[in-house]
Each structure stands twice: as C-alpha cells, then as structure tokens.
DNA sequence: ATTACTTTTTGATTAATATCAAAAGCAACG
DNA sequence: CGTTGCTTTTGATATTAATCAAAAAGTAAT
C-alpha cells in the first residue's frame, strides 16, 4: 500500500499508527475532471494520490483559469491555506484522469496527531516539501524566461506535459497558451 | 519578550517551556550587512528577530543578486531548504539594518521538540505561514503586472521600501531596478 | 464519414519590460 | 566644500511575450 509506504518514509510505523491509518484514511476513486475542492468551500480533506493526477487552479480576477500546481502519485495534497486554518479558499482542485486516492478530515488527522505526535513530523514533511517547491517556483518566475522554465518543467515532470492540456501548463508557466505553443515549436 | 509573546500566541506555554526557550534561543546583536548565513554553507540556526530586517538572496547563473525575500520583527527565520535538512544552500541572509536575533541551533531545536511535543506546532505554524506567503508571491509572478506587485508589497509592507535599498526589491517583485524606478516615478 | 466541439497552432500587431548608457542625486570623508 | 563611491533616475532602443483573430488539428458522438 503506497500510503504506508510513503508515512513509513518518513516515520517509523507501529502496528497501532498502522491501524490508525487505515482506519482513518479512506480510499475511494475517483473519475477524470472530478472536482476534489470547489473554490469558496472550506477544505474537508487532506488527500494522498495512490493513483492520478490532480491539479489546484483558481480563477484571476479577469476569470482566466490559472494553474497553481500538479500533484502526482505519492503526494499528499491539500488546500494548504483553507484544510489548516478552516477559512475558505479561492482555489479549486480536479482530477486530470481517473485515479484513487486516500482522503483524511481534518478532525481525525488532527485526533490522529494528538494519538501519534511523531505524525506530527508527516506533517512538517509534507509542509516542507511543498515550501521547497514552492521557493524553486519562485525563483523561476522571478528571472527565468518563458523557454527556461518550459525547459525546467520538461526536466523535472516530463510526464504532466503528456497528462494535461496544453492550455492549463502555460498558466502554470506564468504565460499564454499561444507563447507555450511557439516555444513548443521553436527547435 | 517578544520570543516569547509569539510563542504564546500559537502554543500555551508553561514555566517548563518558557525556561527551555529563554535557555536555548541564545540572544545576539548584529550590526548592518553582517551576514546572518553565507550561501554554499549549511544552515545552523534558527532565528527569531526582535528588531531588524533580514534579507534572504542569492546569485544567479548571471551572478546578478537577487532577493527572495525580506523579514522582520516577529519572523522566525532560517534558509529552511538547509537547515531542516542540513543540505548548503543557495541563498544567503544579511542583516539590513543593526538589530537584535535569538538563534537556536538545530540540535537545540530538536532537542526541545523531543522534549516538549507541542513545540512540533510551532514549526508547523512556521511553515504554514512560509508556504502561504509563497502561494502569494506566485500567484503574483504568474500574471500580474510590474505595477500590480508594486501596489501590492506597498500595502502590505509599506516600511520595507523606506528601510532597503531599491535594487533589491527590484529584484524582489522579478523586474530590473529601471523599471522600479519608472513605476514609483509614475503618478 | 459528418458534424460539433475542443485544443493547438499560426500570423499580425501591440504592449510591457529589459538592456545599455549616461546623467543626476546623495552621503561619507578628508 | 569638493571628491569619491554608491544609488536612483532618465533616455533611447531592443526583446519578449501578450493580445486579437483566425486557421488547423484532434476528439467524440451520431
């Protein structure tokens, strides 16, 4: 079970945080463009991907859709700024295919913490690892050009550019679907 | 103390607690452009800054400085891709003005993790307030204008463009220092 | 295959921002 | 003061990417 697998990565799993989880995490599939999180709803749930792809999004102030990120087998996804502090969030949340995920409210994962405080440290992780990403985003908006970051994307996820559409990538690079097709073309 | 009135606002603490910080946050002063962490080094603290503002950069493949970002009073702050997992860094930290920091080392830090579980909150306060300020800032890089990041670091910190220099919050919003100029000069 | 629909590409033009270069402003120092 | 060194502004030009519009390519259902 991937989920293990991953917790176990982090933490060392007893039989009872075992049984906690299972318990507590509950699996169910879900079918391509199913919404995980609708934009103005507080977050019910904290989600790992067994099996898909999910992207965040939200809609700017003109209405364009805007891609925030793509999550992929292995990750645990939430909306960071709604699941933790209960206030709703401007983003939403779909699946880009069919897949299965684990999801867990925020009332058994915080019981879960309070049972198990080294989950505490799943959850540090978890926060950490999106922080690093987030940070090499940063950087890459800042002073790379639109090719630099096509190259950087086509580096690290090779595969999302196969998984999705076009138009939802470009908004992720910070460009127009137009400019992303020219530097598909380029070369 | 403000350390400890930050603290208290996320955690309650006890007289047990309050001895363990006031033990190992270690109180310094530093005066301006004293270097706080230099780049290609491993972080070894954790700071929470009384008074003072610290600028975290770094140099691109250009070797052009650039900021990623400003903190100040009520901060804790580390390079946190290297001092949570002792990885050196890219980034460096400079104080911008004379100013007063506690520092807690890592082994510190976790020592008083293990000791006082609830503390395990505090960094996942840390972190969450990191990744939300970082979900902003690439929101902001994605699709809005020069001058639309300008108004909005004027809203929302006003005071850091009287405390530091303009080349670096130039570099801050992702444009050139000219085309700051050309915005403040604008209206 | 045919139609309807969606996604991607191509083209022409415009707008935003970078770059390069130099001038102006400001602060510390002798 | 006047010089030196830094920061900020101004100007002219080049580049990048956005916008608007339409054509082409795919996809799915009939």
Redesign the interface.
Same mark, same amino acid.
């Given at each position: 079970m991937l989920l293990l697998t991953e917790i176990a990565g982090i933490i060392p799993i007893t039989n009872e945080i075992e049984a906690a989880i299972r318990d507590k995490f509950v699996k169910c599939d879900y079918m391509k463009s199913e919404c995980l999180h609708e934009a103005g709803k507080v977050a019910k749930d904290l989600y790992f991907i067994e099996k898909g792809l999910v992207r965040m999004f939200?809609h700017?102030d003109a209405g364009?859709d805007?891609t925030?990120g793509y999550y992929t087998e292995g990750d645990f996804i939430t909306v960071?700024?709604s699941f933790?502090t209960q206030v709703p969030s401007k983003y939403h949340m779909e699946m880009m295919e069919d897949g299965t995920l684990y999801a867990i409210t925020l009332s058994d994962f915080n019981q879960i913490l309070i049972d198990y405080?080294v989950m505490?440290?799943l959850?540090?992780k978890t926060? /950490?690892t999106?922080? @690093?990403k987030?940070?090499e /985003?940063?950087?890459a @908006?800042?002073?790379q050009s639109a090719q630099e970051r096509y190259d950087t994307l086509m580096d690290n996820q090779p595969s999302i550019i196969r998984r999705v559409p076009l138009g939802t990538i470009a908004?992720?690079l910070?460009i127009t679907q137009e400019t992303l097709s020219r530097i598909r073309g380029r070369k």
């Open positions: 939200y700017n364009k805007i925030y960071p700024d933790f405080p505490q440290r959850e540090n926060l /950490r999106f922080l @690093l987030a940070g /985003r940063i950087t @908006l800042q002073f908004s992720y910070g």
